[in-house]
């Protein structure tokens, strides 16, 4: 089982670098394919920018503890402040162009990131939240020594990311805007075997012991709702009611722990997806008055 668990977790956190096609989420496979999948692995290739921004950007390079990062940065004129969007689990920053032109929009700079392993930056690890909070903390330094206030708009492991950078890298921006971080690194990992309708104990336990072996860190630390006790920063926290990865409970955890001035709001029948997709006038009312607060 520790092997089985072993080989499991090095999948999961460590990108191929042939280019081919990510395997489905959990709640698209047949009950064949979930068998093959428990006894191969996911195959998991380096996510790609696939298609650039339609505004005018720059690409620049940032100097991360994991690495040299790749990103674009959209500037307007007489800014209100800059945006800096981190992207979820196996995506990259061309997934968050939508989020981005609306931020523009709205008189904001924008520099969206690939994580380390992702895109354009160096790597192939990813750590689900814990190493990449390094990249929300460079980012955020490198943007603070320029003129304006600094947001974080960051999806999924991009929010939970910024929760660690926060909690325990001392990134202080002026407000989050958070779409459904996981409550821990634990609670995702059960939440995967059970869309497999396989019991997640001890396999989610041990797949997690050993996702932090392989990568130098406890993983079992990795904490959203912990983080969240420690966390100041104005936050929007957004999470969709159908979910089938990040469930209320851990919602409401987050909620509840964080210090600071916050605000929640819920997207009825949205799952783990960009909830413009199907709200799109309530999720733009929501970041539009938040910001305006």
């Not at 790749?70 to 162009?97: C, D």
């Not at 929300?136 to 020594?145: C, D, H, K, S, Y």
Request: proline share 7%.
């Amino acid at each position: 089982m520790n092997i089985v668990a072993a080989f499991h977790a090095w999948r999961f956190t460590h990108f191929t670098t042939p280019v081919g096609t990510h395997t489905d989420n959990p709640e698209q496979l047949s009950a064949p394919q979930k068998l093959w999948v428990l006894l191969t692995g996911i195959r998991n290739p380096k996510p790609t920018n696939r298609i650039q921004p339609d505004f005018p950007f720059e690409t620049v390079h940032l100097t991360s503890a994991n690495g040299r990062l790749e990103a674009w940065q959209g500037q307007v004129a007489n800014p209100r402040g800059t945006v800096a969007l981190f992207h979820g689990y196996t995506s990259s920053k061309s997934k968050l162009l939508t989020e981005a032109s609306f931020f523009r929009n709205l008189g904001y700079n924008v520099l969206l990131t690939d994580f380390a392993g992702n895109g354009g930056s160096e790597g192939n690890v990813c750590t689900v939240g814990h190493h990449e909070a390094a990249d929300v903390a460079a980012v955020v330094q490198w943007l603070q020594r320029r003129p304006g206030p600094v947001y974080i708009y960051a999806n999924s492991m991009g929010a939970v990311a910024t929760l660690r950078a926060e909690a325990e890298l001392g990134v202080r921006p002026t407000a989050n805007l958070l779409e459904c971080p996981y409550g821990s690194m634990l609670e995702t990992a059960q939440s995967r075997f059970r869309s497999m309708h396989v019991p997640p104990f001890p396999m989610a336990n041990l797949l997690v012991f050993w996702g932090g072996v392989e990568n130098n860190f406890w993983a079992f630390d990795l904490d959203a709702t912990d983080y969240a006790t420690h966390v100041t920063t104005p936050t929007l926290l957004m999470w969709g009611e159908a979910d089938p990865r990040v469930t209320r409970q851990e919602t409401d955890g987050i909620y509840a722990a964080l210090r600071g001035p916050k605000q929640r709001q819920n997207f009825p029948g949205s799952g783990h997806e960009p909830y413009w997709w199907k709200h799109q006038q309530l999720w733009e009312q929501t970041i539009q008055g938040f910001l305006a607060n």
